[in-house]
């Protein structure tokens, strides 16, 4: 296989992270709605808390983007 | 790299003003010029708006005061009351860098140089080099206590100090590459979309109408990240103070 199919073909397989990352975002914000639901007094303290792990979770599916720019434009 | 009407085009360095020492180059740039214009609006907010300030603020006077409380709050909320007073000018900077940065980016024709990975580097390399001399100065040798957490059973040792020094030493990437990648990825999608407004001729209103809505996320996701790499630069410092 030559190198430049070889590339694009990984550059595809690393999209396949963004499913856990999907996975992964839905539980941030489906413990959130739970907790802001049970207790809608603890909304402000608890939704700092959920933007932050919404950002660091988000912050896979890019590090997945990079990895395959990087297989399609720098190597 | 990236040629002018690529997506990626819009992320070219440009010389605007050429310097040269030997063969040292350090031309003034566009990325130079925009966070001369960051630091410049940030001072102007800041102190011409408290300046002459009045009891009951005006609205640049509330801007200013209430982005002064958030982070205040967020590094004695994170840090502590009394060790996190000494770090909040640091993470005030940062935290209204980053903000500013990512904001002025979005403005069309702009440049957004946070989506340079060298900047969003220098800055979280410089965060995690602070962080670490803060932990050896408060704790000295003790600080390599930090990578074996308090209460796991010895024999797990030879296991979890490795990937805890791994762990600990990817923060300066992850912290980086989180910020480069979210505006990297957020403006390139842009330029996209508004190449296929332009090629679709008539059906061009679905391409803009989600560049509308992108746009507005993308304002949404600019404070986000510079919240969360300010957040983290707090957590950082906890973990360095308290050592857990």
Same mark, same amino acid.
């Given at each position: 296989?030559?190198?430049?199919?070889?590339?694009?073909?990984?550059?595809?397989?690393?999209?396949?992270?963004?499913?856990?990352?999907?996975?992964?975002?839905?539980?941030?914000?489906?413990?959130?709605?739970?907790?802001?639901?049970?207790?809608?007094?603890?909304?402000?303290?608890?939704?700092?808390?959920?933007?932050?792990?919404?950002?660091?979770?988000?912050?896979?599916?890019?590090?997945?983007?990079?990895?395959?720019?990087?297989?399609?434009?720098?190597? | 790299?990236?040629?002018?009407?690529?997506?990626?085009?819009?992320?070219?360095?440009? /010389?605007?003003?050429?310097?040269?020492?030997?063969?040292?180059?350090?031309?003034?740039?566009?990325?130079?010029?925009?966070?001369?214009?960051?630091?410049?609006?940030?001072?102007?907010?800041?102190?011409?708006?408290?300046?002459?300030?009045?009891?009951?603020?005006? /609205?640049?006077?509330?801007?200013?005061?209430?982005?002064?409380?958030?982070?205040?709050?967020?590094?004695?909320?994170?840090?502590?009351?009394?060790?996190?007073?000494?770090?909040?000018?640091?993470?005030?900077?940062?935290?209204?860098?980053?903000?500013?940065?990512?904001?002025?980016?979005?403005?069309?024709?702009?440049?957004?140089?946070?989506?340079? !990975?060298?900047?969003?580097?220098?800055?979280?390399?410089?965060?995690?080099?602070?962080?670490?001399?803060?932990?050896?100065?408060?704790?000295? &040798?003790?600080?390599?206590?930090?990578?074996?957490?308090?209460?796991?059973? !010895?024999?797990?040792?030879?296991?979890?100090?490795?990937?805890? !020094?791994?762990?600990?030493?990817?923060?300066?990437?992850?912290?980086?590459? /989180?910020?480069?990648?979210?505006?990297?990825?957020?403006?390139? &999608?842009?330029?996209?979309?508004?190449?296929?407004?332009?090629?679709?001729?008539?059906?061009?209103?679905?391409?803009?109408?989600?560049?509308?809505?992108?746009?507005?996320?993308?304002?949404?996701?600019?404070?986000?990240?510079?919240?969360?790499?300010? &957040?983290?630069?707090?957590?950082?410092?906890?973990?360095?103070?308290?050592?857990?």
């Amino acid at each position: 296989m030559d190198p430049t199919s070889a590339k694009m073909i990984g550059a595809g397989l690393a999209a396949v992270a963004l499913a856990g990352v999907g996975v992964g975002i839905g539980n941030v914000f489906s413990a959130l709605v739970s907790a802001i639901a049970r207790n809608p007094a603890s909304r402000d303290q608890v939704f700092g808390i959920g933007m932050l792990g919404f950002a660091l979770t988000e912050a896979v599916a890019f590090y997945a983007l990079i990895i395959s720019l990087l297989l399609l434009f720098v190597l | 790299m990236a040629s002018e009407t690529s997506p990626l085009g819009q992320f070219t360095i440009e /010389r605007l003003v050429s310097l040269h020492i030997g063969s040292l180059d350090i031309s003034y740039t566009n990325s130079a010029l925009l966070m001369t214009i960051v630091v410049v609006l940030i001072t102007a907010l800041l102190v011409g708006t408290t300046r002459h300030a009045s009891l009951v603020p005006g /609205r640049l006077q509330s801007i200013a005061e209430l982005s002064y409380e958030f982070v205040l709050g967020m590094v004695r909320e994170n840090v502590g009351d009394a060790d996190g007073r000494q770090f909040f000018p640091l993470v005030f900077s940062i935290f209204m860098f980053i903000l500013f940065g990512n904001l002025l980016g979005l403005i069309p024709y702009s440049f957004t140089f946070t989506s340079h !990975i060298v900047v969003t580097f220098a800055l979280s390399l410089f965060v995690f080099l602070f962080v670490t001399v803060v932990a050896l100065i408060r704790h000295g &040798i003790r600080f390599f206590t930090f990578f074996f957490p308090p209460g796991a059973p !010895i024999i797990m040792a030879p296991l979890l100090v490795p990937i805890e !020094i791994i762990s600990y030493l990817t923060r300066p990437v992850s912290l980086s590459l /989180r910020l480069f990648a979210n505006m990297l990825a957020g403006h390139t &999608i842009i330029a996209v979309f508004a190449g296929f407004t332009v090629a679709l001729g008539i059906f061009g209103f679905l391409p803009l109408a989600f560049n509308v809505a992108l746009l507005g996320l993308e304002v949404v996701i600019a404070a986000l990240q510079a919240y969360v790499f300010a &957040i983290l630069t707090c957590l950082y410092l906890s973990d360095a103070v308290h050592l857990h």
